[in-house]
């Protein structure tokens, strides 16, 4: 048990690499595949709270460190999806492609919002331009590729509970 | 248990906001500040990583460079195949130019000591006779040349022109058998006529065995017989024998012109007042 402790942070800061890294690279920096939101979302409906609530925690703060934006923003918008993640989760049958879809994109969104919001208060720089341009390509990305990753992670999740996954909530 | 088990979730989701929230407010109040400890300790743990993903992706780009490479090599081999034929030749060519001006070189400064005009001109066809020995330059009466005026080579004396058209000449060398040249050997101011003998060289004749000649002796023009002007080089003495019968010495001279490798002579013309 001690090394899925050890374990996960460690995948999750690779996760927050390859995402900043390889596939900036492979979409030329124009796309940014969120995969680690995808995940938080996905723990959020599936997955244990208190582990995965400090994990997305971590996430996000990987993702702080390695996009070099303000500190604690990404960590904020992650804690604050994982658990609407979690309420949404115990509200609706959260294995139908289209809310997965739906939510994935509503998501993405609000992580849109928060980045400009922030950024207004802080710098006070006006990114409202961004939404459109970055952040509205990003959420139909994320949206239409969520469906996939679900069921990746739940791939690796079977493979690392020894073919016994958590119920879904 | 502090909180019943139903206010763990929204605790839990309270405490991680408000350390995200603090983060923010940190960062807010310090823009200019260091980067903070955890932030240093994710970037620190990051960098294998990033270079292992570095490394990994610069083989990548390499390994697609080096076949990107390879697609074009067999149009860039035969392109540089063809241009490296070109430049040899050109290095031929330019070799060549660069050999003719030294033998050129070597011609004009031996005429520089005699009071003449010369003609350059090119070795156009040899004779192959083992006793006639004479070639064909590419100048003739158009150029003011005529039948006697004396041939150099880069080495030395070459013969002299026998026959003489407007735009060729013949030059006995002075090797042929028909060829006689007055002469005489450096060392010992002693006269003779050098003979040619065909492929074997020259002799010397009517040098009496009372002179001392030795191997080595350089053999030069004696200016008599009103051809070749006085003191240039025929040829060194290769061999002497004193024990043939009769009055003189046989004489064997190596010619010091090399005659199968003659390219370019110069014709020595007399000036209107009369010697060469």
Same mark, same amino acid.
């Not at chain 1, 679900?150 to 020894?162: M, P, T, Y």
């Given at each position: 048990?001690?090394?899925?402790?050890?374990?996960?942070?460690? /995948?999750?800061?690779?996760?927050?690499?390859?995402?900043?890294?390889?596939?900036?690279?492979?979409?030329?920096?124009?796309?940014?595949?969120?995969?680690?939101?995808?995940?938080?979302?996905?723990?959020?409906?599936?997955?244990?709270?208190?582990?995965? /609530?400090?994990?997305?925690?971590?996430?996000?703060?990987?993702?702080?460190? /390695?996009?070099?934006? $303000?500190?604690?923003?990404?960590?904020?918008?992650?804690?604050? $999806?994982?658990?609407?993640?979690?309420?949404?989760?115990?509200?609706?049958?959260?294995?139908?492609?289209?809310?997965? $879809?739906?939510?994935?994109?509503?998501?993405?969104?609000?992580?849109?919002?928060?980045?400009?919001?922030?950024?207004?208060?802080?710098?006070?720089?006006?990114?409202?331009?961004?939404?459109?341009?970055?952040?509205?390509?990003?959420?139909?990305?994320?949206?239409?590729?969520?469906?996939?990753?679900?069921?990746?992670?739940?791939?690796?999740?079977?493979?690392?509970?020894?073919?016994?996954?958590?119920? /879904?909530? | 248990? @502090?909180? =019943?088990?139903?206010?763990?979730? &929204?605790?839990?989701?309270?405490?991680?906001? @408000?350390?995200?929230?603090? @983060?923010?407010?940190?960062?807010?109040?310090?823009?200019?500040?260091?980067?903070?400890?955890?932030?240093?300790?994710? +970037?620190? %743990?990051?960098?294998?990583?990033?270079?292992?993903?570095?490394?990994?992706?610069?083989?990548?780009?390499?390994?697609?460079?080096?076949?990107?490479?390879?697609?074009?090599?067999? %149009?860039?081999?035969?392109?540089?195949?063809?241009?490296?034929?070109?430049?040899?030749?050109?290095?031929?060519?330019?070799?060549?130019?660069?050999?003719? %001006?030294?033998?050129?070189?070597? &011609?004009?400064?031996?005429?520089?000591?005699?009071?003449?005009?010369?003609?350059?001109?090119?070795?156009?066809?040899?004779?192959?006779? =083992?006793?006639?020995?004479? &070639? +064909?330059?590419?100048?003739?009466?158009?150029?003011?040349?005529?039948?006697?005026?004396?041939?150099?080579?880069?080495?030395?004396?070459?013969?002299?022109?026998?026959?003489?058209?407007?735009?060729?000449?013949?030059?006995?060398?002075?090797?042929?058998?028909?060829?006689?040249?007055?002469?005489? +050997?450096?060392?010992?101011?002693?006269?003779?006529?050098?003979?040619?003998?065909?492929?074997?060289?020259?002799?010397?004749?009517?040098?009496?065995?009372?002179?001392?000649?030795?191997?080595?002796?350089?053999?030069?023009?004696?200016? @008599?017989?009103?051809?070749?002007?006085?003191?240039? &080089?025929?040829?060194?003495?290769?061999?002497?024998?004193?024990?043939?019968?009769?009055?003189?010495?046989?004489?064997?001279?190596?010619?010091?012109?090399?005659?199968?490798?003659?390219?370019?002579?110069?014709?020595?013309?007399?000036?209107?007042?009369?010697?060469?």
């Amino acid at each position: 048990m001690i090394y899925a402790h050890l374990f996960l942070p460690l /995948a999750g800061l690779l996760l927050v690499i390859f995402q900043t890294s390889v596939l900036n690279i492979i979409f030329m920096g124009r796309l940014n595949v969120e995969i680690s939101l995808i995940l938080v979302i996905y723990a959020g409906f599936r997955m244990n709270v208190l582990r995965w /609530a400090l994990l997305s925690f971590l996430l996000g703060f990987f993702l702080d460190c /390695a996009t070099g934006s $303000i500190s604690g923003l990404f960590t904020l918008i992650y804690v604050c $999806i994982f658990f609407i993640s979690v309420l949404v989760s115990m509200r609706v049958y959260a294995e139908q492609i289209s809310l997965i $879809i739906g939510f994935s994109f509503l998501c993405s969104i609000f992580e849109g919002l928060m980045i400009v919001l922030f950024f207004k208060i802080i710098y006070d720089i006006n990114m409202l331009g961004s939404i459109v341009q970055v952040f509205l390509p990003q959420a139909l990305v994320v949206s239409v590729l969520s469906p996939l990753f679900f069921k990746l992670f739940h791939f690796f999740e079977v493979s690392f509970h020894d073919g016994n996954p958590q119920p /879904a909530k | 248990m @502090m909180f =019943p088990k139903k206010y763990w979730t &929204i605790t839990l989701a309270s405490l991680l906001i @408000m350390a995200a929230l603090i @983060m923010i407010s940190y960062h807010a109040a310090k823009q200019d500040s260091d980067t903070g400890f955890f932030r240093r300790l994710v +970037l620190e %743990a990051a960098w294998p990583l990033e270079s292992l993903k570095n490394r990994s992706l610069k083989v990548l780009r390499e390994s697609w460079g080096r076949y990107l490479f390879l697609i074009g090599l067999e %149009a860039e081999n035969r392109r540089l195949r063809k241009e490296n034929h070109l430049l040899e030749n050109q290095l031929v060519q330019y070799r060549e130019g660069y050999l003719n %001006a030294l033998r050129l070189r070597v &011609i004009l400064k031996l005429q520089e000591q005699f009071d003449t005009t010369q003609v350059i001109a090119e070795v156009i066809d040899r004779e192959q006779s =083992p006793v006639f020995k004479s &070639i +064909l330059i590419d100048k003739g009466t158009a150029h003011g040349l005529k039948v006697g005026l004396p041939v150099l080579g880069d080495q030395g004396i070459a013969g002299r022109i026998t026959e003489c058209s407007w735009h060729i000449s013949r030059i006995m060398l002075i090797v042929d058998v028909n060829s006689n040249v007055s002469v005489l +050997l450096q060392r010992s101011r002693t006269h003779g006529v050098l003979q040619g003998t065909g492929a074997a060289g020259c002799r010397l004749k009517y040098v009496p065995k009372t002179e001392e000649v030795k191997v080595g002796d350089a053999v030069i023009s004696s200016g @008599m017989g009103g051809i070749f002007p006085k003191g240039i &080089i025929l040829g060194v003495v290769a061999a002497v024998d004193r024990k043939e019968g009769g009055f003189f010495q046989r004489i064997d001279v190596q010619p010091s012109v090399d005659f199968g490798k003659l390219e370019e002579v110069a014709v020595l013309i007399p000036r209107k007042d009369g010697k060469p």
